[in-house]
C-alpha cells in the first residue's frame, strides 16, 4: 500500500481546468476516469503532485446528435463513460463498431470508470482503431478555442502541443451499396486483458462488386494504432480476387510494423494482422 | 452462452458444508482479516538483485521515522538463520548474499502500513551485484559461480531398469522430443499474511495460514530460539494455498518483529509483493526417447529432466524424485533409463505445487505416446492399452504399489466418451476442431523415507458434541466437509452432532501437512482406527448407565439409541452421555503412517490415483487463438466423500491446468519477473474456460483394497494439458512442446501451409 500525497483539483469548466493545468503544468496531469492512472500506480510510477480531475465538468459529459449542412454527426463528450457510449442506442444503431470495440475493453466495472476521451488520449486505447476505421473526429481546446480535426491526424502530429481533448465526433456517411465493418482484437486470453493485435475497418462496396471506400486500421500492444494507407490504395476500386488478396497481404506486411514484446513478437502481430484483414475481405469475394 | 456439464450418478448429491455460508456470504474471517489492539504492520524488504552480495545495511534512518516501532536485519535473528522443509537452507533475513529478488534483506514494523512502506524505502542496502544464473543449463556449467557451498545441483535422481541402449537397437520406432514447461504461480485468492501475537504468558500465537501448522511451529522455534511449545500455530482457514504456503513464508518475519517490539504484528503481501517472494511451480525442461516395436509394444523409454529450483530448496528435491518416478507413468517398459536434475539458479524459488512435479513429467510421456502412434500409425488409446499396467504389477519404480486397476478403468472410461466418435466439421473456414486424450497415474502421500505421520482424535467433549480433531488445514478444498461426511457415515450420528477441530496446534493432534492429496485419505483411516474403541466405550457407559445391554444400542442422531424389535427410540442423549462422563471423558486417539511401499526406494508411493482426459479444441487458425470447447475427465481415486469437493477438485484442477497450458508463466528476464501482478500473469476468466465439462468417478477399488478413498487434490490437474496438447495436434497438425502453447507458433504453422497455400491456389 502507497499513500496517495497528490492534491485533487475538481474544476467545472474547461478554461478552469485549463488554467489549474498552466499553473501546475509538469507537477500536474489531467485525470478522466483514472483507470490508466491506477494501473501506474499499482506498478509503483508516482502520480504528479497536483491531479486535475475532470469529472465536474459537465459539458464535457454531453452527446448531441447533429445536422450541420449535409453533414450528420454524434458529438460524444470525452468525459463520457465507455460503458455508456458502448449502451448508446443512437450508437448501437449507427456505429456498433464502436459499441463492438467498447464492448472488448477491460471489464464491466473499468467500462464504468473509464471514458471515451481517456481511451483516445492515452493513444493506444482499444476505442481507437475502431474510431479511425469509423473515419471519427476529435475536438480539442488549444487554450483559446475548440478546435476540430480528423483523429488520424491528430494521432499523427499532437506530439507537444498541449490540448485539453473535449470530445470525440462520428461523421455519418451514405454511401456505396453494401457496406461491411469488422473490429478483431487478439488480446492474451478472451477477456480483461490488453490488445496484442487490433484490426479494424469498414469496407464499402458498389453493386459491381467494385470497392468504393475503405479505412483499415491496426493497433495493439506498445504500437500506435495506425491507418493502413498503402493496403487502402491497393483495394479502392478494385473486387475481391484471390491475387489481390495475396497482394493485401503483403502489402500489410510491409507496411505494419508492430513492436515486440516479451509475450508477442512484431511478426506475430503482423501475421495476425493480415490474417484477419484477409479472412474479412475473403467474405467480400464476389 | 450454452452450459453443459453432467457428472456421473454418484457426484450428483450436494450437501452444504460446513464452511459455505459463511464463505459465500463474506461472513467468514480469514487470518488476514483479523486485528488486535495495538497491532502494527508489518513490511518486508526484498533484495534490489538477483544475485548479490550485500557490502553494508543502515536501518538508522527507517528507525528514526516516527511511527517505526522496529526494524529487523539478519543480527535479530536469535536462532537458526535458515529454513526449509527438508533440509534449512534459505536465510531467513539475509546477511552476506542475497540469491533472487524475493531474498528478504530486512523487515519493519510501523504503526500503518504506509510508515512501514516508507520505512522500507530508508533502508539504505549497499549491494555488490553479482553475475546472475537464469538458467539450469548455464548453472551446471564449470564455469558458473557456485550459489551454494555445494554448487548448483540441489538434488539428482535416477531409476534404471535393463538396458535402453540395446532395447533401442530392437525399435521399429523411436521418437525423441524435449519439452519445455513453465514456471506456473499458485495463483490462491488470498496472499501471504496473518498477524502474530505475543501473549502474556511469554507465548506467541501465530494466525498465518501454512499446510501443516505443527511443521511450521517446528521451524519457528528453530528460527526464534525458543522452545515449541511456547508457539501455537493457528493456521485455517486459508483462501487458497495449492502447495504454495506449505513452507514458511511471511511467519518468520512477523514472529521476530511480534517479539522485539511487544505487539501484535500484521504482514499481509500485496500480489507484487506474492509474485516476488513467492513459490512457483518448477519449470523443466524434459528430453525423451522413446522406442517401440511394430505391434506397439514400447521396449526402451529414456527420460532426462533439468529442473529449474531457483535459488533455495524447500521441497525442490521430492518435486524431482516425484517426477523421475512418475515418468514412465502407467505404463509397463521393459527398458527405461530416467535421471532427473534440479538445478539452483537465481530465479524465483520453485517448490511444492499441486501435482508436483507430475504434471511436467505427465505432459512429455503422453506426447512420447501419441507420437508414437502416429508414427506407428495406430490408435492412440490402442496404443495406451498394449502397454498398460495390470493390477498387480509393481510401480513404476519397480516397487510394490497396493493393486490397483485404476490405469484401465480411466481408459475404459474415456474410451467412451462421445468426444472420439463425433468428427464435427467446422462451419467457419478459419477454424479447426480437434480432439486428444491422455492419462495418468499419481501418488499420493510423501512416499517411501520420508516421515509421513498421520493421526486424529475423536472425543465426546463437555457440551456433548462428537469432537473430531485433525492437524489438517481447511485451503477452500472442502475439508471440513470431507470429515463431516466421514464422521457422519463411520459413527452414526447427524450433522449436528459433530465438531470439527482443525488448524490449531495449541487443541489439535498431529496429522501431517495438508498436501500430497493425502487429507481425505488419511481422516478416513484415522475414523477407521478409532471409530470401534470410541463406539465401544460410549455404548459401554450408556449401558451402565441405562442398563440397557450394550448389544441393543447403537449410536444416532441426538444421542444413543435402543433396538427394539420393530422400531428404535431415543436413550440419552449425546449431551447427557458427556454429562455422565466429565469426570472421565471419551477421548481416542491414533497414530499411524501412511501406508507406503515396502521396498526402499526414497520417495516410491504405493497407493496411487488415476485420471484420463479427453479434450475438444477450436484453434482459431488466424490468431493462433486455442479454446478449449469440452473437457472430459474420468477419475479413479476409491470411494467418493463428498460429491460437492471431489467435483470442486476435478473442475478446478482442470481449469488451472488448462491455465498452465494455455496462458500461464511467470517470466523472469534475468533473475526478475516480468509478469509482476495479475494484469501480466494472465489466470483464466470464465470466458476461457469450456463451458461444458463431464466428470466420471470411478470408485471401485481393486478387490481387497483396504486403503479405502484417495485423496483427488491433484489427479484432475494431470492429464488436461497434454490432451489439450494433442488436441491442437489433430486439429492443425502441429506437435506442441513447449507450454504455455504458443500462438505464433500456430500462426507460423499454419500460415506457412495452409493460408498461403490457400492464398496462391485458390
Redesign the interface.
Known sequence: ???LAAKVWTPTDIEEAWSLRKKFHLESCFVAGGTLLQ?QW??GVSYPPQLISLEKVEELERMNYKTEGAKRFLQIGSMTKLATCRNHPVIKEKWSLLSTAIQQIAAPAIRNLGTIGGNVVYGFGDAIPALLALDAEVSYFDGKTIKIEKLDHWLNTRQNNEVLLTGVILPEYRHSSFVTQFY?K?G???????SVVTVSGVIGQNDAGIIDFVRLAVGGGDNRPQRLKETEQLLIGQMIK?LL??NV?DTILNEFHPISD????G??RR??AA??V??ELSRLEG | MNMNFSYSSNLQSSFIRPDGVDKVTGNLKFLTDLSFPNMLYGKILRSAYPHAKIISISTKKAEELPGVKAVITSKDVPGLNRFGLIFPDQPVLCDERVRYVGDAVAAVAAET??IA??ALQLIEVEYEPLPVIDDPEKALLPSAPRLHPDGNILHQASYQKGDVEEAFRTCDCIVEETYELPRQMHAYMETEGGVIVPEKDGRITVYVGTQHGYKDRFQLARILAIPESKIRVVSSPMGGSFGGKDELNIQPYGALLAIKTGCPVKIHQ?R?ESVRSGLKRHPMKITMKTGANRSGKIVAHQVRIIADTGAYATLGPAVLDFAVEHATGPYIIPNVYVEGLSVYTNNGVAGEFRGFGGNQVTFALEGQMDRLAVELGMCPMELRKRNLRKADDLGPVGQEIAPTDGAAQVLKAISQSPLLSEREQSTNP?TKTGVGVAIAMHGGGLGFGRLDPAGGRLSLNKDGKIEIAFGFEEFGQGLLSVIERLVIKEIGCSANDVKITIGDTDHVPRSGSSTASRGTSMVWHALQRMKIPFTQRLLEKASQYTGVPVDRLYLGPIGIWCRHKSDSELLITYKQMADETKDDPIQIETEFHFPTTPHSIPGGHYLYSFAACAAKVEVD?????V?VKHLEQAVAAGPVIYPTGYLGQIEGGSVMALGYT??EEA?M?KGKY?T??F??Y?I?????IPLSMDITAIEELWEGDSYGPRGVGEIGTVAVAPAIAKAVYDAIGLWVTKLPLS??EI??AV?RRE?RKW??T?
Open positions: 500500500m502507497r499513500v494501473t499499482e506498478k478483431k487478439v492474451r486470453r478472451e477477456a480483461f486483458s490488453g484471390p488478396l495475396k497481404y516479451v509475450f508477442y513478437s511478426d506475430y501475421w495476425t490474417n484477419i484477409i479472412s | 502500513e504506509e512502506e516508507k500485496s507484487r478459419w487458425v488466424l490468431t493462433g487463438i479454446r494455455l496462458l517470466v528476464e516480468v509482476e501482478n494484469d501480466s494472465l483464466p476468466t470464465i470466458n476461457d500462438r505464433e500462426v507460423k500460415n493460408l492464398l496462391t485458390k
